[in-house]
Structures are given as C-alpha cells and as structure tokens.
C-alpha cells in the first residue's frame, strides 16, 4: 500500500512518528494528520468562490442592456453547473493527476484512479509542511474550473444560442482550462519547473477568460465582415479626416447613458435629452422612455388592477424607436450589489490559495482588500478629473468628427467606473496577492486601474463586441498582475505560511518568465479557442443547416419573447 510523507503535524496529533503514513492511516484518523484550521479555512474559501459565480451573474445582468439582462443572469450558473459536472467526471483527473512518467511534463494527467473522484479522499495535497485532503483540494479547484467559464459568459451577449455556448465552454474547458491550469499549479509544469509566481490565476483564471472572450469577439467580426475586420481596425486606429462621419459611436459618461454621434435613417444626429434614456427615480439605470413591460395588467374592462399578477402583453423593439445607448446598463444597483459581492468572494479566491490557515492567507487577503480599494478609487477620481477638463476646456476633448464633445456632463463620479475599478484591483492582485507585500498591492491595483482607463478610450471602438469589456478587465489586469509580481515579490511574504521559499533570481530573471508564463496563456488560448469556435462551425453546420449568429435585432425580439414567457410560466 502507498505511504504519504507528512513532515508537519497538527497540535492536537497523537502519532509520535511523522515520517510515512498510509491511506488506512489517513481514513481512520485524518485529525491526527491534518490540521482542522486549515481544513475549515480552505473549505470556507471554496464557499466565498462559489459565491462569486452569482455575483458575476448579476454584474453582467446590471451592467449590460436591457435586452441581453436575463441571458447574463441565468448563462453564469448553468455554465458553472454543467463545468462542475465535468471536473467531477474527468477534470481534476486530467489537472492534477501525475503524468504516467513523473520526470516529463504533459499536457494532460496519466492516472485514472481519481476519476468521479473515486479515491480523492485523504491523500495529503499541498506544499511543503501542512497539508490538506485531496479531496478538500479537489473541492477548491473546482470552484476555479467552475467560475473560469463563467466569466467567459459575459462575451456571449447576441452572438451565440445556449446550446451552442454550453458545447463549446465544454471543449473550451477541457482543452484550454485543465491545460493551462496543469501546467501553473501542478507538480512538474512549466510554472512549477520554472518558480512562476501565479498565486490564484493571473493566467489560468484571467488571461485564459478575457483571451476567450476577445476571441469569441474576432470570430464573430470575422463571421460577419470576413478579411474587411482588418480594414475596419486600421480605420478606427487611424487618425479620422475632416470629412468623415466615423461610425457610431457610445461612450460611456457617469450614467452610463449618454450616445454620441447615433446613425438614425443613414444620417449622423447626436442623441438628444428627449432621445436618450435617462436613470429612473431609483437610479437603478433603468431607462424611463423604455416602453415599461411590468406594469399593472389592465383588467376586462381596461383599468390597470392595483397588485395584478397577470402580465401584459410582451413589447418588442421597433425600428422607429428612437435610439438607446447601446451599453445603457440595466440595473445599476445590481452592478454594484454584484460588485461587492465579488469583492468578499475574493478574499476566498486568493486567501484560500495558501491552503492553510495561517499568515500568508492572511497577507493575501489583506493585499486583494487594499489593491481592489485602491483600483476603485483611482479610477473613479481618473474619470471624474477627464469629465472635469472636458467640461473647463471643452475644446481638448473632441469627437471622431473634429467637433467638441458634450461638456455638460461634467463633476459626475460615476459607480460604473467605481466598479470596474474595483475589478481590475482584483484582477490585477490576484497573481501577486501570496508574494508581494501590503504597500505593494496598493500600487498593483493603482498602477493597474490607471493603465486600463487609459486603454478604455481606444478599445470601446476597437472591441465594440465586448461591450462589458471583459478583454481589456481580465486579460489586461492579468498581464499588468503577472508582471508586478515580479517586480514586488519578496521572501518574508512568501515564507509566512512557515514553510515555502522563494527561489533567489534577479527581477529582469523573473519579469522574463513571468511574460512568458502570461504570454504562452494568451497565445495558447487565444489559438485553441478560435480552432474550437471554427471546428464547430464545420461539424454543426451541416446538422443545423446554417452557421449564422443571431442578429442585433433578432436577439432584442428573442429576449423580449423570453421575458414575456418566462414571467407567465
């Protein structure tokens, strides 16, 4: 029977030897091998993770429009339900069993024992010193492997029908996810081999999801105007002429609700007070010129009756509607409700990946609090100081025409860019959070906040598709997250948890596989996903008759249909 080396034992252990144990061992008496604190900490991190699955359901249901909201809300957990049932079926094997030759590498693991988790029980799983059950640790990874895909949902809004969506993150998970996490946390991978420093995910979770997402975007431009997306990059990239219209365009002021430069009938007309959806007295975001469809049903003899459950009839978008802001967020209190509570689940995300109870969980908590804090705020003072220069001098600040923007907009702090702030600290910290010290995660979530304000301005026109920019948030805050935990990381942080090391290597040393690390996550993912999105295209194009995504307004009717349905059944 196999033995397992436990070096360090808990407190409360009977056992005077702590050299090999076996399984049987392990099965009858886990509490004199295993420290319950730990167990408990890990085990309630797991938890907190699966909050957050809801909490970005909610997020892209506040912050989209109001006809993509009940695909965003629902699309999330049924993503992370059917990815669950693949982890338990033959993921965690496929991630973290050995290769059937521990010296080489591979992609994929060699043993079947721990298939449907039939013997992930009590071996011991961790690093040096404490350890933790396997089966616990099974339990925590798989809330990754299950929140992961989910935050690729968000770059499904009008381009793909569920069915399609839940087939392809099935083959986006087994051949992008489990790869890509094999190789940054399990015994031998690149990341192992070469001391990587990616604590919770900064490219398995992160670069992975937003790297998807802009592929799904590129696909979809491809589909629809072919090779012409690389003319229509270089036109939106280029400086505009004088005489040019531009497309349309919409930025996103503290409202979240403002069009500039909308195309009506083939001709450029600003968006007016009288045409723009305006918060409605809850400031919800809710637009008050939106046709309402959950008013009081009118009763037999016309009267809307007070407290009435029946509903009314469905109301579909027409094309004389007069033009809405394309990302006009739904709900914005559910976005910030969303938000904060993706903020505590990830005190779990990066405090759990210690997997102990002990200071450097700590430290990773606290760093992911005061990055997410700091990312926040900067971004938040970052807008409200652009909305106040282009109120005070409206003549920097023009449109793609030459003319000057809407200055009335001025001194509005917006919660939109309070949250995305947030995002981006927590994005960013992740892979840093059990390396760098407190002072350090402040700068991490700043430096990081600031840079992808910045880049906002060009990808809303360059990435319109992804109008949650899910790309810029995730993949951006991973790279900046990968490569200032090579800057910052230091020993007295990492050997908190009494028992790791850092590997001694100059920071030039340490930026360069830090790149490579995210660079290789970016490239692998972007390639594999797109093959995915093709390869489908020509296996189900000839059972569905047609490969074609929805169109703007088949979507809008859709969702409008499911609305009406879903409220009456």
Request: with cysteine; hydrophobic share 45%.
């Amino acid at each position: 029977m196999a033995t397992y080396p436990l070096n360090v034992l808990p407190p409360q252990s009977t056992v005077l030897e702590n050299n090999f144990v076996t399984e049987n061992e392990l099965r009858h008496r886990p509490q004199d091998y295993f420290d319950g604190s730990d167990v408990v900490w890990v085990t309630l991190c797991g938890a907190l993770v699966l909050q957050m699955i809801p909490a970005i359901s909610m997020v892209y249901a506040g912050a989209t429009d109001r006809s993509s909201t009940l695909t965003l809300l629902r699309m999330p957990v049924i993503t992370a339900a059917f990815c669950t049932v693949q982890w338990y079926l033959w993921g965690y094997v496929l991630t973290f069993s050995p290769a059937p030759d521990p010296a080489t590498w591979t992609w994929y693991g060699g043993h079947t024992d721990s298939m449907v988790l039939y013997r992930a029980l009590v071996r011991p799983v961790g690093a040096p010193g404490s350890k933790i059950p396997e089966l616990l640790y099974a339990f925590y990874q798989g809330m990754f492997a299950a929140f992961t895909p989910a935050l690729v949902c968000g770059g499904v809004i009008k381009k793909f029908k569920v069915g399609r969506f839940l087939i392809f993150i099935w083959l986006w998970s087994l051949l992008v996810y489990y790869p890509v996490a094999r190789w940054t946390w399990s015994v031998g991978g690149f990341g192992e081999q070469n001391d990587v420093m990616d604590f919770a995910g900064g490219t398995a979770v992160h670069i992975t999801s937003g790297t998807a997402v802009g592929a799904i975007v590129l696909f979809h431009e491809f589909e629809r105007h072919g090779l012409k997306i690389f003319s229509r990059a270089w036109a939106i990239l280029s400086p505009p002429s004088a005489d040019d219209d531009g497309p349309a365009e919409h930025f996103r002021d503290g409202n979240e609700l403002s069009t500039l430069n909308v195309k009506v009938n083939g001709s450029s007309n600003p968006a007016s007070p009288a045409n723009a959806p305006r918060p409605d007295a809850s400031g919800n975001g809710n637009a008050s010129n939106i046709p309402n469809t959950h008013a009081t049903a009118p009763t037999a003899n016309g009267a809307a009756a007070r407290g009435s459950m029946a509903p009314p009839p469905a109301v579909l978008p027409s094309e004389n509607d007069p033009p809405l802001a394309a990302d006009a967020p739904h709900s914005l209190n559910n976005l910030v409700l969303g938000t904060m509570l993706l903020w505590i689940g990830w005190l779990g995300f990066n405090g759990g990946s210690a997997l102990g109870g002990n200071m450097r969980a700590v430290s990773a908590c606290a760093a992911t609090h005061v990055a997410a804090s700091s990312g926040a705020c900067v971004m938040l003072v970052l807008f409200w100081w652009l909305e106040w220069t282009a109120r005070k001098w409206p003549r920097v600040f023009q449109d793609d025409r030459g003319g000057a923007t809407d200055a009335s907009r001025g001194h509005k702090l917006s919660v939109v860019q309070f949250c995305d702030g947030a995002v981006v600290g927590l994005v960013a910290i992740t892979p840093a959070a059990g390396f760098v010290p407190i002072w350090a995660a402040g700068c991490i979530g700043a430096i990081a906040s600031g840079s992808i304000f910045g880049l906002k301005i060009l990808f809303q026109d360059l990435m319109r598709q992804d109008p949650l920019f899910i790309f810029l948030l995730h993949t951006g805050g991973g790279f900046i997250g990968m490569f200032f935990t090579g800057c910052f990381a230091r020993q007295y942080i990492v050997g908190l948890d009494g028992f790791s090391e850092l590997l001694e290597r100059s920071v030039p040393e340490r930026l360069r596989l830090q790149m490579a690390d995210a660079f290789m996550g970016f490239g692998f993912t972007l390639g594999m996903t797109l093959a995915i999105l093709f390869l489908m295209k020509l296996v189900l194009r000839p059972f569905t008759g047609t490969w074609r995504l929805l169109g703007e307004n088949e979507r809008d009717k859709l969702e409008a249909e499911l609305e009406y349905k879903w409220r009456i059944e």
